[in-house]
C-alpha cells in the first residue's frame, strides 16, 4: 500500500493525542487502515486497541478495509458505534444496579405519545391552552434529540436555537418527557449514550469500570461527534490512552443532533490538551475547479481550521456548469444536462442530483415522469408528501374521486393540515373517520369543529376551510385546476402563512404549493383533467421504482454526505432557501461545501434566471435596473466561480513545471490571496499516488 507524505505523518504518529483534518476525497479511511497496521506492527495488542465510527454501515466498511489490509489471521481491534457501545454500558451497569433497568425502545410512535403529553402538560402549567400542533410537536422532538446529545441544561441547549426564545415551555416540557421516561422504565436510541455518561460524571466510582482499559482510542469522522459523545470520550481515554481522531470541520452538517466544528478545535484542545495536529490537504475525487469553488466558499466560516483543499494531480478535470431553471419552475433544461451527459459519459446510474431539501426535488422529479425518465428517492415518495398530498386533496374532491382514493384517510388529514387548523391529535382523528363516513357532511362537520369558546379569529379559519370544502365538492367540476389551488392558498390563509414563516417545514409547503401551481398554469387543465394526469404520473413512478437499473439517484445533501458519483447535479440554488432563512449561516455553507465536493467528473448548479449574477460570471457590472424575481443563492457570489473555473481549467492542462509562470485572473482583491495560496500549493506539490 502506497501513501501520501501527509497520510504517512498521520499514520506514524509516535504519541500522545492527534487530530488529522481530512479534506473531502483525501483518502482518510486509507490512513486510518494505515494506521492500525502501524501500531499493531508496533507491538501495540489489538485488544488493547478501540475504534469508534458512527453507524454500522461505516464500521462494516472500516472492518471490511482492515481486515484486507492485516495478514492473514491476524487479531483484528474492535471496531463500535457510539452507540453499540453505549448500550453496552447501559447494560454493564444496570447489572450493577447502578443504573435502573429500561427496556430500550425504537418507537417513534411512543415517543412522539410521549412528547405530546409532555407539550400539553408545560403549556398547561404556563397557563397556555390550545391545542399542540404537528409543527410543534416535530419541533420539541428535534429538541429532545437535541437536548440529549449534550451535557448541559435544556435551557442553556435552547439558548443555541435561532428560534429558541419562542419555545421557552420547551425546557418543562423536556424535564416532564424524561420523568414520564423514568416512570415507564424506557430508553431511547439517544438515551444510550447519555444516560451512562451522565451516571459516571454524577459518580466519579462507576467511570473506574470503563477508563484506562486501552492504549489507544481511533475515531473517524470526528466532526460528527456530539458534547455527550465527546464525554463519553474523555472518560474512555483517561489518563492512559492516546486518542488520535481524523475528520473534517468544514463537514460539520449535523448540528442538529449535537455536533460542532469546535469539537475538533478549541474544545478538542480543552478535553485533549497538546494534541499533534496532522493535514489530509490533498484530494483524489475532483479537479482544480472544485477545489477553488469549494475553498472560496468555506473560506466565509470563521469557526474551521485553516485547512485548503488542493487537488492532486491525478484527479480528474472535473467540470462546473450552470443549469438555468427556476426550483418550481420547468425542468427541461436540468432533464437536457443529464441526458447529455449520459450519452457523452455513461449511464444514469453515474448521477446524483442533490437538495437541501426534499421538497426542492419534487418539480424535477414531475420532470422525470413527463419524459418517463426512471429515477430513485430514498424519501418520501412524491405523491405521499402530505403537503403535495393536501393540495392535490381538494383538486380530486372537485373531480370526484378524493374518496376512491387508497390513501384517503391520509389525505383528507391532509387536506385539514395544510395549512393547519391546530387541532388537537385526537380531534383531527375524529374529525378525519367523520367525513370519511359521511363525505357530503364534509363542510358542517369541519365548521362544527371550530372550538365553541374561542374568540373569533380562531373559529374563523374552520368556516372557511368549510366553505372551500364545499365550493371544490359542488362547484369546481370544471374549474381550471391553475385557479382551484389560487383560490385554495387565498381562502385557507396558506399564502399569507407561508410567507410569514420561514422554517423548512413551511419552506417545504411553499415550495410543494408552487411547484403545482406552476405544472397546474403550465397544463391549462380543468381540476379533472389535472388529477387525471397526475394519477398518469404516479402509476408511472411506481413501474420505474420496480424496473430498469438505469435509474439516477434523488437525495438530499445530509443523506449524500461520505458518498461521491461521477456526475452531481446540485439544484435549489436560490436565495431565500439555500441557506434558509432562519438556519445557521455556517452550517448551510458546510452543507453546500459537502453538496459540491461530491462529484468527480460533472457538477452542474442549477440556478435560477438572474441578469446580475449572469453579469457577475461575464465580469459585467450589474444591470442598473430590475431585480430578478428569485436570485441565486449569495453562496454562489462567496464561490468566486468566474476565477475558480477559469483557473481550475488552465492548471489542469498545465505541466507541473509551467505551473509557477501560471497568471492569477481577475478576481475581487478579497479572493486574490487564496487564489495566490492555491498557486503555490500546486506548484510546490509532488507527483502523489496510492491514494484513492
Excluded at 462494516?60 to 489490509?69: N, P, S
Excluded at 492504549?215 to 459523545?229: A, G, L, Y
Excluded at 457570489?637 to 481550475?648: F, M, N, Q
Amino acid at each position: 500500500m502506497k501513501y501520501t507524505e501527509e497520510q504517512l505523518a498521520s499514520i506514524r504518529h509516535p504519541r500522545g493525542h492527534s487530530v488529522t483534518f481530512a479534506v473531502a476525497g483525501s483518502g482518510k479511511t486509507q490512513m486510518l487502515v494505515g494506521r492500525v497496521a502501524w501500531l499493531l506492527q508496533q507491538g501495540v495488542a489489538a485488544k488493547h486497541i478501540r475504534l469508534l465510527a458512527f453507524n454500522r454501515s461505516a464500521r462494516a466498511q472500516l472492518q471490511d478495509r482492515i481486515r484486507v489490509a492485516l495478514p492473514m489471521g491476524a487479531e483484528m481491534p474492535r471496531i463500535s458505534t457510539f452507540n453499540s457501545l453505549g448500550h453496552r454500558l447501559c447494560e454493564l451497569f444496570e447489572r450493577e444496579q447502578q443504573l435502573p433497568r429500561h427496556e430500550l425502545s425504537t418507537s417513534e410512535a411512543l415517543l412522539k405519545k410521549m412528547a405530546r403529553r409532555a407539550l400539553v402538560d408545560a403549556l398547561a402549567a404556563g397557563n397556555e391552552k390550545g391545542p399542540v400542533s404537528a409543527e410543534m410537536l416535530d419541533d420539541f422532538v428535534a429538541f429532545i434529540g437535541l437536548a440529549k446529545a449534550d451535557i448541559e441544561p435544556p435551557d442553556v441547549v435552547l439558548r443555541r436555537l435561532p428560534a429558541g426564545n419562542g419555545r421557552a415551555f420547551f425546557c418543562d416540557a423536556f424535564v416532564r418527557f424524561e420523568r414520564n421516561r423514568q416512570e415507564r422504565r424506557v430508553r431511547f436510541y439517544d438515551d444510550q449514550v447519555r444516560d451512562p455518561v451522565l451516571l459516571m460524571r454524577a459518580e466519579p466510582a462507576t467511570a473506574q469500570r470503563v477508563t484506562n482499559k486501552f492504549d489507544v482510542v481511533i475515531v473517524d469522522e470526528f466532526q460528527d461527534v456530539s458534547r455527550v459523545q465527546l464525554e463519553l470520550l474523555v472518560i474512555l481515554v483517561g489518563t492512559r490512552a492516546q486518542l488520535n481522531v481524523v475528520g473534517d470541520d468544514s463537514q460539520c452538517i449535523y448540528a442538529w443532533r449535537g455536533a460542532r466544528p469546535e469539537f475538533m478545535g478549541r474544545r478538542f484542545d480543552t478535553c485533549f490538551p497538546g494534541a499533534t495536529r496532522y493535514t489530509l490537504s490533498r484530494t483524489f475525487r475532483f479537479g482544480h475547479q472544485v477545489s477553488l469553488a469549494a475553498a472560496h466558499l468555506i473560506r466565509h466560516n470563521r469557526h474551521r481550521a485553516d485547512t485548503l483543499c488542493i487537488s492532486a494531480p491525478s484527479t480528474p478535470n472535473t467540470a462546473i456548469s450552470l443549469v438555468k431553471a427556476h426550483n418550481t419552475g420547468q425542468q427541461e433544461a436540468v432533464v437536457e444536462a443529464i441526458a447529455a451527459w449520459c450519452r457523452r459519459n455513461g449511464a444514469r446510474r453515474q448521477v446524483a442530483v442533490l437538495a437541501r431539501l426534499w421538497a426542492q426535488l419534487m418539480a424535477l422529479e414531475l420532470a422525470l415522469l413527463e419524459h418517463a425518465i426512471p429515477y430513485y428517492k430514498p424519501g418520501p415518495a412524491l405523491f405521499d408528501l402530505p403537503e403535495l398530498a393536501g393540495l392535490l386533496g381538494y383538486c380530486r374532491l372537485a373531480a370526484g374521486t378524493l374518496f376512491a382514493e387508497p390513501r384517503a384517510r391520509e389525505v383528507v388529514r391532509a387536506m385539514l393540515t395544510t395549512p393547519t387548523l391546530f387541532l388537537s391529535a385526537n380531534a383531527l382523528d375524529n374529525l378525519v373517520e367523520q367525513i370519511l363516513s359521511a363525505p357530503e357532511q364534509a363542510g358542517r362537520l369541519i365548521a362544527d369543529a371550530a372550538p365553541r369558546k374561542a374568540p373569533n379569529w380562531k373559529r374563523e379559519p374552520f368556516y372557511l376551510r368549510a366553505e372551500l370544502w364545499r365550493a371544490a365538492q359542488h362547484a369546481w367540476t370544471g374549474k381550471g385546476a391553475a385557479d382551484a389551488l389560487q383560490v385554495y392558498a387565498v381562502q385557507t390563509g396558506l399564502r399569507k402563512a407561508l410567507e410569514g414563516d420561514a422554517t423548512d417545514a413551511t419552506t417545504e409547503k411553499r415550495l410543494a404549493y408552487e411547484t403545482l401551481l406552476h405544472l397546474a398554469q403550465a397544463s391549462r387543465a380543468t381540476v379533472t383533467e389535472f388529477v387525471a394526469h397526475m394519477d398518469r404520473l404516479r402509476a408511472s413512478q411506481r413501474d420505474y421504482q420496480a424496473g430498469s437499473d438505469e435509474i439516477l439517484l434523488l437525495t438530499t445533501i445530509h443523506q449524500a454526505k461520505g458518498l461521491e458519483w461521477p456526475c452531481v447535479v446540485l439544484t435549489g440554488l436560490e436565495a431565500g432557501a439555500f441557506p434558509g432563512k432562519r438556519a445557521a449561516l455556517e452550517e448551510e455553507r458546510r452543507l453546500a461545501y459537502v453538496a459540491m465536493t461530491r462529484g468527480r467528473s460533472q457538477l452542474f448548479l442549477v440556478i435560477p434566471p438572474d441578469a446580475h449574477f449572469q453579469a457577475n460570471m461575464e465580469g459585467r457590472p450589474p444591470p442598473l435596473h430590475g431585480k430578478p424575481s428569485v436570485a441565486v443563492s449569495p453562496f454562489l457570489y462567496e464561490a468566486c466561480l468566474p476565477a475558480s473555473i477559469e483557473l481550475g481549467a488552465v492548471l489542469h492542462q498545465c505541466r507541473p513545471e509551467d505551473v509557477g509562470a501560471v497568471r492569477l485572473p481577475a478576481a475581487p482583491a478579497s479572493n486574490q490571496a487564496l487564489l495566490q495560496r492555491y498557486l503555490r500549493a500546486v506548484a510546490s506539490s509532488a507527483e502523489s499516488s496510492g491514494a484513492t
